[in-house]
């Protein structure tokens, strides 16, 4: 039986449009050529000429938010408490392991439009045609209208968003990690504001991830190629980086799928 592996992640990298203006990663680059002082700073006497080809080392330092690039939503991120405001919400560093290592089952919603709000019908149905039964700690991924349009500029406005009512059907059969190719698990801002605008009613702001005040669960965005995955019959590899009390992580997420 053959293994294949299939990365689910995007590259943190610059001038890509995976973030709205103002919230994108910065990478300093520093080349073999320009790093000589810095090794040499550790071996008094030490001179370029020592090294194989007057070469130190590359290195980088990045300024980066915990939501750029693939990563993991903790519950904290969604609000302070869950289970109702009976407990505090588990930060990125205190989720469980076994949790993200689980079968993968994968929604299709390519073809519901930008901005469009998935419902607990929308899932029922989406379950009912590919056939699967959804089990505690099932990985569930969503994919979008917006994977296709990844590092383009209507990238963060597009794809549908999930719900409150679609996010507690999953949550409220064992699902805890979840993911999307889109920016947010919500719908795009954009098309939220102008909903908002018009009706002037909070519970459409966040609601997806607000969910989460109720049902905790971990959340990953940004993720690609889910349409290359089969709806099911795959496991999901998503370990987040562990940040101390922070409400993310950055997760390198990978399928697996045999035969």
């Known amino acids: 039986m053959t293994r294949r592996l299939v990365d689910l992640s995007i590259a943190i990298a610059m001038d890509v449009p995976s973030d709205p203006p103002g919230m994108e990663p910065r990478i300093a680059y520093t080349k073999h050529d320009e790093s000589v002082g810095q090794l040499?700073?550790?071996?008094p006497g030490l001179q370029k000429e020592h090294l194989p080809d007057?070469?130190?080392w590359a290195t980088e330092r990045v300024q980066l938010s915990t939501h750029n690039g693939t990563h993991m939503d903790a519950p904290y991120h969604f609000h302070s408490t869950t289970d109702n405001g009976r407990r505090r919400s588990p930060t990125i560093d205190e989720t469980p392991l076994e949790q993200c290592f689980a079968p993968g089952v994968k929604l299709d919603f390519r073809a519901l439009p930008d901005g469009y709000v998935a419902t607990a019908q929308d899932v029922e149905r989406e379950l009912e045609r590919i056939g699967h039964t959804l089990r505690p700690l099932d990985i569930v991924v969503v994919n979008t209208r917006a994977g296709e349009v990844f590092g383009e500029p209507e990238y963060i406005h597009a794809g549908c968003g999930m719900g409150r009512e679609?996010?507690?059907?999953?949550t409220s059969r064992g699902v805890r990690v979840v993911g999307?190719?889109?920016?947010s698990w919500d719908a795009p801002f954009s098309h939220t504001a102008r909903k908002w605008a018009e009706e002037?009613?909070?519970a459409v702001i966040w609601e997806g991830h607000k969910a989460g005040r109720e049902i905790p669960y971990w959340q990953m965005e940004k993720l690609s190629n889910l349409s290359s995955l089969p709806a099911s019959g795959f496991d999901i590899i998503c370990f987040p980086v562990k940040i101390e009390g922070a409400s993310a992580?950055?997760?390198r997420v990978v399928a697996?799928?045999?035969g």
């Open 40 to 43: 040499a700073s550790f071996f």
């Open 54 to 56: 007057g070469e130190g």
């Open 166 to 170: 679609a996010t507690l059907y999953l």
């Open 180 to 183: 999307t190719d889109a920016w």
């Open 200 to 202: 002037r009613d909070p």
């Open 249 to 251: 992580g950055w997760s």
């Open 256 to 258: 697996v799928l045999e």
